[in-house]
């Protein structure tokens, strides 16, 4: 039988936990052949000279070198920490996976359980900063939200 190639989503903004959350996929998740795909969600009034191509479906997905291309970054605007990519590049090379970015805007909360619908993850790994009862009452949790809406297997790692 044939191992079956999976994707995984990770929910990426480069803070300490989403960087946590990186790690802790490379680390305890990520098997030769697996499909990684790092989630950007940019708020709506981010400026991005394709956010109107693309607003509804998000970006083309982008392979991991292109995407560590300074003008594809600012292109998309954004702005990736050096270290999640390094990490991401040597677990390509290592462990034989395929890493790829996509960009979306608007609401991080919706938008990145709209990703794990459009790109079929199988399993979704995102930080979490840690909130208190009260402010996550007044501003709501991301990895709570898509915990309880994603269609598949969630897991949240809290930064250090």
Request: hydrophobic share 45%; aromatic share 6%.
């Amino acid at each position: 039988m044939a191992a079956t190639t999976r994707t995984v989503g990770i929910g990426m903004d480069y803070s300490p936990s989403s960087k946590a959350a990186a790690r802790w996929a490379v680390d305890h998740l990520l098997k030769a052949g697996d499909r990684v795909v790092l989630v950007h969600v940019l708020s709506k009034g981010a400026d991005a000279s394709h956010k109107e191509l693309w607003k509804n479906t998000g970006s083309p997905l982008i392979p991991l070198p292109e995407f560590m291309e300074m003008n594809v970054q600012a292109r998309y605007g954004v702005n990736p920490d050096k270290e999640v990519l390094e990490i991401l590049q040597a677990a390509a090379k290592t462990q034989k996976v395929e890493v790829l970015a996509k960009i979306y805007w608007g609401d991080a909360r919706e938008k990145l359980c709209e990703a794990v619908d459009d790109l079929k993850v199988d399993t979704f790994v995102l930080g979490c900063r840690g909130l208190g009862p009260l402010k996550r009452a007044l501003l709501g949790s991301v990895s709570n939200y898509v915990v309880n809406n994603a269609t598949c297997p969630v897991t949240v790692v809290r930064g250090a």
